[in-house]
C-alpha cells in the first residue's frame, strides 16, 4: 500500500506562485504514475497533471504554460509547480499515485489564489 502526504499549500495574490509536494511511503516501488487532482466546492473532482512512467506529462488545459510537473524518483516525491496563479485555481489539489492494484489519493492542500 502507498501513503501520501500533499504540502505546500496556502494563500497567494493572483499572479504568484507555489510549489506543491507529494512524499510517498509504503510500497512506493510499485507506483508507476503520480499525478494531481483538485476539487472546489461544488464542482467534480478535476484532473490537474500527470507524469507516467517518468517519460510523460500531461495537463489540463487551463494549466498548460503555468504548471509543472516533475518527479523526484529517488525521494518518492511529485512536485507541482505553480505559476501565475489564478482565482480559478483555487481549490483543494490532491495527489494519487497509481499501481497495478490501484489508485491512492493523499488528504489534500488548500491553494488558495485571491486578492
Known amino acids: 500500500q502507498v501513503q501520501l502526504v500533499e504540502s505546500g499549500g496556502g494563500l497567494v495574490h493572483p499572479g504568484g506562485s507555489l510549489r506543491l509536494s507529494c512524499a510517498a511511503s509504503?510500497?512506493?516501488?510499485?507506483?508507476?504514475?503520480m499525478g494531481w487532482y483538485r476539487q472546489s466546492p461544488g464542482n467534480q473532482r478535476e484532473f490537474v497533471a500527470a507524469?507516467?512512467?517518468?517519460?510523460?506529462?500531461n495537463y489540463t488545459d487551463s494549466v498548460k504554460g503555468r504548471f509543472t510537473i516533475s518527479r523526484d524518483n529517488a525521494r518518492n516525491t511529485v512536485y507541482l509547480q505553480m505559476n501565475s496563479l489564478k482565482p480559478e485555481d483555487t481549490a483543494v489539489y490532491y495527489c494519487?499515485?497509481?499501481?497495478?492494484?490501484?489508485?491512492?489519493w493523499g488528504q489534500g492542500t488548500q491553494v488558495t489564489v485571491s486578492s
Open positions: 509504503g510500497t512506493t516501488f510499485a507506483i508507476t504514475a
Open positions: 507524469l507516467t512512467g517518468g517519460i510523460s506529462t
Open positions: 494519487t499515485a497509481d499501481t497495478v492494484a490501484g489508485d491512492y
